[in-house]
C-alpha cells in the first residue's frame, strides 16, 4: 500500500503583524475550516493516484506529486499568456486577496511576494502548499463551496482552473459579491475543454471528440459541469458585478518563438490533464473500465501526436466589480488578442513528446475605457 506523503502545517504569522487577525479571523470563525490533522493527511487512492481526504470525493483531480507539478507547470503558462502578470483585473493595491482553490499555492506566494503590502489567503482542499511563504501570504484547508465566514470583506478574490469543481456557480459567485469590499473586483479564468480547428480538421480526432462528449456528460452528472465558463459573465451579473468584462479573443496565428515555447509547455499540460480527468469522471460516473479508459486515452495521444489534425483550445477569462463608494479616474481594461492553442508538429529532438500546442494569447490595452463616477 503506497505511504501517504505527509507536509508540513502551514506557516503561522508573527505575532507583530500589522494584521494579525486576518491569519486567524478565518480558522477560529469558519465551520468548514480545519487544522492540518493526520485525518487532513490521510489521503485516498484510486487508480494508482492519490486524492484530498477533507470532504472526500468533492474534487476530481489528484493531489499527489505528479499533480502538483502539473498544477506548476499551469501556473507557468498563465504567466507567459499574461507576461509576468498575476491577474487581469484592473486592481490597485488590494490590502486583503483571497485565493480559491490555490493548489501549490505559487499564485498566492508570488502575489503576496510581489504586493506586500496586500495579506494574502489561499484555501484549498488539499494541504499541499509549502511552509516557507512570505509574511503576508497563509494557507487554509478549506472548501469554498461551503458558506463562508471571514470576518472581514476582500479587495480582490481569484479564481483559476476551477471548472469540475464548482456545484453551484450563483452560491459562489454571490458569496464572492458578499465578501468583497465595495469596489472590490472577482476574477475567474479558465482553458476551454473544447477543441476547435479553423479547418475543420478537429472533426476527424473521434477519440479527443469522444473524450469531450463524455467529459461534459460525466461531470453534469457528477454535479460539476467542466463547460461553466461560457455563463461566467452572466451570471457574475446575476450577483450584482458591475463593469464585467470577459475576454475570449481571436486573432491569426503568430510565428513568435516564445509562444512556441509555451506551446511546448501547454502540450506536456495536455498529456498530464487528459488521463486525470478521464480516469476520475470516466471510472467514478460512467462506470468504464481500466481497459476502456487506456484505450481512449491511447487514441488520444495518437491524434495529438497527427500534425494533420490542426486542434486548439482556448482561455476564457472573466472579471467583475462590486459597486461602492466613488471611484475617480478611467479605468482601462486590457483585451487579449488570440486566445488560441493549436496543435503542430515538433521536431523529435526537441524534448517534446508528439505534438505541440501554439498558444496565441498576447495582452495589450485596446484604447477601450470606461470613465468611472
Not at 499574461?82 to 508570488?110: C, H, M, S, Y
Amino acid at each position: 500500500m503506497q505511504q501517504a506523503h505527509r507536509v508540513s502545517t502551514p506557516v503561522e504569522p508573527d505575532s507583530d503583524t500589522d494584521d494579525a487577525s486576518l491569519y486567524t479571523e478565518s480558522l477560529d470563525n469558519a465551520s468548514y475550516t480545519t487544522s492540518v490533522t493526520s485525518s487532513v493527511l490521510d489521503y485516498q487512492y484510486e487508480n494508482g493516484r492519490r486524492y484530498h481526504s477533507y470532504h472526500e470525493g468533492e474534487y476530481i483531480l489528484p493531489n499527489d506529486e505528479r499533480e502538483q507539478d502539473r498544477l506548476d507547470l499551469s501556473h507557468h503558462i498563465y504567466l507567459m499568456l499574461l507576461k509576468g502578470e498575476l491577474f487581469q483585473a484592473p486592481i490597485k493595491n488590494p490590502k486583503r486577496v483571497l485565493d480559491l482553490g490555490t493548489g501549490t499555492g505559487l499564485w498566492a506566494i508570488e502575489y503576496a511576494d510581489t504586493n506586500p503590502n496586500s495579506q494574502v489567503i489561499g484555501i484549498d482542499l488539499s494541504a499541499i502548499q509549502p511552509s516557507w511563504v512570505p509574511p503576508n501570504c497563509r494557507f487554509e484547508i478549506d472548501d469554498f463551496e461551503q458558506p463562508w465566514s471571514y470576518s472581514k470583506p476582500f479587495d480582490y478574490i481569484h479564481g483559476r482552473e476551477l471548472e469540475g469543481s464548482i456545484r453551484d456557480h450563483d452560491v459562489l459567485f454571490k458569496q464572492a459579491f458578499d465578501n468583497l469590499n465595495p469596489n472590490g473586483w472577482f476574477e475567474m479564468a479558465s482553458f476551454d475543454v473544447n477543441t476547435y480547428s479553423d479547418d475543420g480538421t478537429h472533426l476527424g480526432a473521434t477519440n479527443f471528440l469522444l473524450s469531450i462528449k463524455h467529459m461534459h456528460e460525466s461531470s453534469r452528472m457528477f454535479g460539476k459541469d467542466m463547460q461553466s465558463s461560457p455563463s461566467w459573465k452572466d451570471r457574475m451579473k446575476k450577483a450584482g458585478f458591475v463593469n464585467v468584462r470577459e475576454d475570449l479573443p481571436q486573432s491569426p496565428w503568430p510565428k513568435d518563438p516564445k509562444l512556441k515555447e509555451l506551446g511546448r509547455y501547454h502540450q506536456l499540460n495536455m498529456f498530464e490533464a487528459m488521463p486525470i480527468y478521464t480516469y476520475a469522471l470516466f471510472s467514478r460516473v460512467l462506470g468504464w473500465t481500466r481497459a476502456e479508459i487506456e484505450g481512449l486515452l491511447a487514441g488520444i495521444r495518437m491524434e495529438l501526436r497527427d500534425t494533420s489534425y490542426h486542434l486548439y483550445t482556448k482561455v476564457r477569462m472573466v472579471y467583475g466589480q462590486k459597486p461602492g463608494g466613488p471611484i475617480s479616474g478611467v479605468i482601462c481594461f486590457p483585451s487579449m488578442d488570440a486566445c488560441k492553442f493549436r496543435v503542430k508538429g515538433v521536431s523529435r529532438n526537441s524534448g517534446v513528446p508528439g505534438a505541440m500546442v501554439s498558444p496565441l494569447l498576447m495582452p495589450r490595452c485596446s484604447g477601450k475605457h470606461y470613465i468611472t463616477n
